[in-house]
């Protein structure tokens, strides 16, 4: 069977950090890059085929969907969130997204702009000035108390640095263990065929850690009349039609909880990054920001009044996407790119990759928000992608860009973030995220209005 070029022999430690590359998204990124569009593979048994074309990208994740399953990444999620929306695929995955939609409607997103914005406020009122802060943590802080305000109400507060700690824990084994799960698919696959509610693979400890936090908090929501994710979950065992069982609703809400915290943290910690070494990008969002808001919080209307704020959020997203690698995996024989891929290979997909090809965006390394505003040509849908694309789409997508656009302008109204380095902060190869390799240090001057 005839396959794409790609690496071959010793070249392959690479992919585990090994000798050629610092690790995996940079093997995967001097592999576009040597071999084009569409590249070839192979770890011990397991065919994996590297896509770097904007529309092979829509081709697999828009117009031959149905020929694709979850990969890698789901196998390693489930061993913490369980049977759910991010780990299902077709057609289990259709119906339990049809019975969370609901909490994600563009009219119930508007109502949590109040909270994105008292949470934000609450921990900006906390920072001192002439002090160097960690922008990981501190995004970490905003977006915990967020998710938390939003799915259990203001109770979650107690909770939050416990979850916090799980999570960070869960991130940093996830990165570690992402390449090498890759080479044993057969053996959790089958594990988990076998014993379904079986002990967790990789995560027993976190996930039972996060159970002992999260069940109390649910229980005491059972009844709410609020409007907080969790209750309006709760609100669905009322409805026959869309009854949601306990187990389900607590993997849906680690879900949750990890994917709102975490991966909007990434994006906002590196926001800060690129606003504190570009001066002129730094004071246009602060002057949009100042011009809009005022003194007061944001709200819902200032949403659509914020484009540059939006702007630098999705600028962010291209250059540093939360989730950098995703796969699919092939169901059936197909066709890609001329090549006849097998059932059972491993399709790789990197919006970080994609997203830095100059056949997209011109100067693809240089941090643009103009790119984004209304007046701009549109790029090609999927050159990038940080919420992947198709019925898979990440259903948080309109949440986290409302929050991040919110939190960009609500810090910029109030800090100018500086920074004594000089130097590039590189990537770290760990993390299921995008995680910078040094702390990244700020100061936070306040502004006068």
């Not at 999620?77 to 369980?82: H, K, P």
């Not at 938390?148 to 940093?172: C, H, Q, W, Y």
């Amino acid at each position: 069977m005839q396959v794409p070029p790609g690496p071959r022999g010793t070249e392959l430690l690479g992919f585990f950090g090994v000798r050629s590359a610092p690790h995996t998204l940079g093997f995967l990124e001097q592999t576009a890059r040597r071999f084009g569009p569409f590249s070839y593979f192979r770890l011990a048994h397991q065919r994996m085929y590297l896509v770097n074309d904007a529309d092979l990208v829509k081709d697999v994740l828009i117009t031959r969907q149905a020929s694709f399953g979850r990969d890698t990444g789901a196998v390693i999620l489930r061993e913490l969130v369980g049977d759910g929306l991010i780990t299902r695929d077709e057609p289990q995955h259709r119906e339990r997204r049809r019975q969370l939609q609901p909490a994600f409607h563009k009219e119930q997103i508007a109502s949590y702009v109040e909270t994105m914005s008292t949470q934000t406020a609450d921990v900006l009122n906390t920072w001192p000035e002439g002090v160097a802060l960690d922008m990981g943590v501190q995004m970490r802080r905003i977006t915990l108390a967020i998710i938390g305000a939003t799915l259990f109400g203001p109770e979650f507060r107690d909770s939050a640095n416990n979850v916090s700690s799980v999570l960070n824990r869960v991130v940093k084994r996830a990165g570690r263990i992402a390449p090498f799960v890759s080479l044993c698919k057969p053996l959790t696959r089958g594990y988990r065929r076998l014993y379904p509610e079986g002990r967790s693979l990789f995560f027993a400890t976190e996930r039972a850690e996060l159970d002992r936090v999260l069940h109390p908090l649910i229980v005491r929501r059972r009844g709410s009349t609020s409007r907080d994710v969790l209750s309006l979950l709760l609100m669905l065992q009322d409805d026959p039609s869309s009854a949601l069982a306990d187990e389900a609703i607590r993997n849906e809400i680690v879900t949750f909880v990890l994917a709102g915290h975490e991966t909007t943290a990434s994006a906002l910690t590196w926001a800060c990054y690129l606003l504190a070494r570009n001066t002129e990008i730094q004071e246009r969002l602060a002057a949009e920001s100042a011009a809009v808001l005022g003194d007061r919080l944001p709200t819902i209307e200032d949403v659509p009044r914020l484009p540059y704020a939006a702007g630098v959020f999705n600028e962010t997203l291209r250059l540093y996407p939360p989730v950098p690698i995703f796969g699919r995996r092939t169901v059936e024989p197909l066709e890609i790119a001329g090549y006849t891929v097998p059932r059972g290979a491993s399709v790789l997909l990197s919006t970080y990759i994609t997203s830095r090809n100059e056949r997209y965006f011109s100067n693809p390394t240089l941090f643009d928000p103009d790119r984004w505003l209304p007046a701009a040509p549109p790029p090609h849908k999927f050159a990038s992608f940080p919420f992947g694309g198709g019925s898979k789409m990440c259903i948080g997508d309109a949440f986290a860009k409302t929050e991040g656009t919110l939190i960009l302008a609500a810090l910029a109204n109030r800090f100018r973030l500086c920074s004594d380095r000089a130097e590039e902060i590189g990537i770290a190869g760990r993390g299921g995220t995008l995680q910078p390799a040094k702390p990244i240090l700020l100061k936070a001057e306040r502004r006068t209005q």
